[in-house]
């Protein structure tokens, strides 16, 4: 069939593997926001943020609907949002967000994972503050508006770096003006937004590309794991 249909099937499965991973992340972020603050998206910024997100992975309307149905009902799972530490290969540093109904299974993958992968977990708060948490929303450029005008909009809410990257902008900003950030952004009309709480190193490492390989492995295997929301590292 040519490679054009190799092409096209490998873009699929890659496609279809991102959505298997991200879903269900979406759906408990949903879930946590729905018992935190209520079903209601209007009085709920929390949830307003999670469907956005939802949105901008391009996550089907009725999965979202459905998520947040369920997450309303009385039978839902509970979720506590837990970080765990740890270092990988050639001393990386790594940054781990889950959430979670049974901290002990959690828990037990993740020491698995590490050891299996050439790691250790490390005591929580041992990696913290050689991380900053920020703000950082990401967006398509768009087409009409000019990113100077745009820049200079959101320094009044707490813009601290913009940077575009292939036809992508990055606003980072304190973790404490993510709401006037986002809602700055909303304001504006943009859409495909994507707004999360990330932890950046303070003091980010350079590796070698065979020990980035190495890494990698690592990650993906700690990503790929149920619990985990996200994974942070030092790598520059």
Do not use: C
């Not at 209520?38 to 609907?65: H, T």
């Amino acid at each position: 069939m040519g490679r054009a249909f190799e092409y096209r099937r490998a873009s699929k499965e890659k496609r279809w593997d991102k959505m298997s991973k991200v879903f269900p992340k979406i759906a408990k972020s949903i879930t946590m926001a729905v018992k935190e603050g209520g079903p209601d998206p209007e009085s709920n910024a929390k949830l307003r943020l999670a469907i956005a997100n939802a949105k901008a992975e391009n996550m089907p309307k009725d999965n979202v609907e459905s998520a947040i149905k369920r997450a309303a009902g009385k039978d839902s799972a509970n979720y506590d949002e837990v970080n765990y530490e740890g270092k990988g290969p050639h001393g990386v540093l790594i940054f781990v967000e889950t959430a979670t109904d049974n901290t002990n299974r959690t828990v037990a993958n993740l020491k698995t994972i590490f050891n299996k992968g050439g790691g250790q977990m490390v005591p929580t708060g041992s990696l913290e503050f050689l991380f900053d948490r920020k703000a950082v929303i990401e967006f398509p450029v768009p087409e009409d508006r000019e990113m100077d005008e745009i820049e200079l909009e959101l320094i009044d809410s707490g813009l601290e770096e913009l940077e575009v990257n292939e036809g992508t902008a990055y606003v980072y900003g304190d973790f404490t003006d993510f709401g006037r950030l986002n809602q700055a952004i909303t304001d504006m009309g943009i859409e495909g937004a994507k707004a999360r709480l990330k932890r950046i190193p303070n003091a980010p490492q350079e590796f070698s590309e065979d020990q980035l390989e190495e890494i990698e492995i690592l990650i993906d295997k700690i990503e790929d794991d149920e619990d985990v929301q996200a994974v942070y590292t030092n790598i520059a």
